[in-house]
């Protein structure tokens, strides 16, 4: 069955540095989002991406976050300037159309020094 | 902004016994997803529910949508060692062509065997 990957698994990084994190959602997939998920906290939106553009973003999704599909295949989530508050496992999920279900990535686990 | 609320947040049953976790949303809701997340894994999804009133069965788990699309429940019956891990429900907002999902903060099972 078709997956979404995330690399890498785990990302350490000094505070102020920025970050890349990667993604291949399925083939076939048209809508890409973001979650964050911070350590035993609740799954919480980042930001959906449609036709090589934004869709929607939540207030986690400031000035320090952006979202790039810089070619068929890979969805990437760059942080500018991290701050510790980022730590956290961040996910990529996709789907096909409206009302199908996402299916998420393992993950990525920010570790912010 | 769409709150919604998901209790308990844990449940420790005896494996055999019945387990239900709820769901509110502070809106109305176009649909309902339930998905599950094992200890260190990613948001699996479950199901999705969209009609008022809704009931859906997969196997042990009944999956409820109420009649004002407000709330929604899952129950596993008969729980077994396999059912471990966090449930969460997540809602999508009525209209305005959103898929922003909002999260619950998710009711973590543990069976005792």
């Known amino acids: 069955e078709p997956e979404v990957t995330q690399t890498p698994s785990h990302q350490v990084t000094q505070m102020g540095q920025e970050v890349i994190l990667r993604c291949v959602p399925i083939s076939n997939h048209l809508y890409f989002y973001w979650y964050r998920q911070i350590l035993g906290q609740k799954v919480e939106f980042l930001v959906s991406f449609y036709n090589n553009e934004i869709s929607e973003k939540s207030e986690i999704f400031d000035d320090q976050f952006s979202v790039e599909r810089p070619d068929g295949s890979n969805f990437t989530l760059k942080i500018r300037s991290t701050k510790l508050e980022d730590s956290a496992m961040y996910f990529c999920?996709?789907?096909?159309?409206?009302?199908?279900?996402?299916?998420f990535g393992d993950g990525t686990r920010l570790s912010i020094l | 902004g769409q709150q919604v609320m998901q209790i308990p947040q844990y449940q420790h049953v005896q494996e055999g016994e019945d387990f239900t976790t709820y769901c509110n949303s502070s809106t109305t809701l176009s649909n309902i997803q339930w998905y599950k997340q094992r200890p260190g894994g990613h948001p699996v999804f479950l199901i999705q529910?969209?009609?008022?009133?809704e009931v859906k069965k997969q196997k042990r788990l009944t999956f409820q949508f109420g009649e004002a699309k407000k709330n929604s429940s899952l129950h596993i019956t008969a729980t077994q060692t396999t059912d471990v891990g966090t449930y969460f429900c997540?809602?999508?907002?009525?209209?305005?062509?959103?898929?922003?999902?909002?999260f619950g903060k998710g009711t973590k099972l543990s069976v005792i065997p």
């Open positions: 999920a996709s789907r096909t159309t409206w009302g199908q279900p996402q299916h």
């Open positions: 529910l969209v009609k008022s009133g």
């Open positions: 997540a809602g999508l907002p009525r209209g305005a062509g959103s898929y922003q999902l909002t």
